[in-house]
């Protein structure tokens, strides 16, 4: 079916009306950054940033150590994927694959731990940490972060475990492979795209 022209040429003005929409707070943010505070509140904002501006950049980065904070930002964010996705994966194939008594006990906890508010566990870890010599560390930080996300990554993992075909990981049994060699070598090459998701 041929696309009319003009349809095609509204369906391109409303997304790049959207997506200015969306881009516009991002690009705003710059903009104000770069502007002197006197002018932040005037009658006629200006919409172009003031490039003779851009060296503040380069004064925070002197004056504060922000490099420091984005380096412990990047060590916390991908200790707390990795740490999160290598524990949740066994318990995630475990619940999907195997049964046991209390097994939807146990699913049903993962479940509602999601429910409670973060600021229960808060009093609780902060006492752990504090005997076991974590606090203010970047290994604290993990763990804490990894508490959280560990029961929502598990039950992502679950679903997806779920709607892999038993056959696939029969035939792989069949070839000799272990419960681990199948979790390594069939089921977490198949649920890839969960994976990068949950991470």
Not at 130 to 135: A, N, T
Not at 155 to 178: N, Q, Y
Request: proline residues 7%; contains cysteine; aromatic residues 10%.
């Amino acid at each position: 079916m041929k696309t009319n022209p003009w349809q095609h040429a509204v369906r391109m003005i409303a997304v790049l009306a959207l997506l200015g929409v969306a881009v516009f707070p991002i690009y705003w943010m710059l903009v104000t950054s770069l502007t002197p505070s006197g002018d932040l509140f005037v009658d006629r904002p200006h919409f172009l940033p003031s490039l003779f501006e851009a060296g503040i950049y380069l004064e925070v980065f002197k004056t504060i150590p922000v490099a420091t904070w984005l380096l412990n930002s990047t060590i916390v964010a991908a200790g707390t994927t990795v740490l999160s996705i290598v524990l949740s994966i066994l318990p995630a194939y475990a619940l999907s694959r195997f049964k046991f008594a209390g097994m939807g006990l146990v699913g049903f906890v993962l479940f509602a731990t999601q429910m409670l508010p973060e600021a229960m566990l808060v009093v609780p870890l902060y006492a752990i940490f504090g005997k076991l010599g974590l606090l203010n560390s970047l290994g604290g930080l993990i763990l804490a972060n990894t508490a959280f996300t560990v029961p929502v990554i598990t039950w992502i993992l679950k679903g997806s475990i779920d709607s892999l075909p038993i056959e696939v990981e029969e035939a792989a049994r069949m070839d000799g492979c272990s419960k681990i060699d199948i979790v390594m070598a069939v089921v977490i090459p198949l649920i890839g795209p969960t994976l990068a998701a949950a991470a």
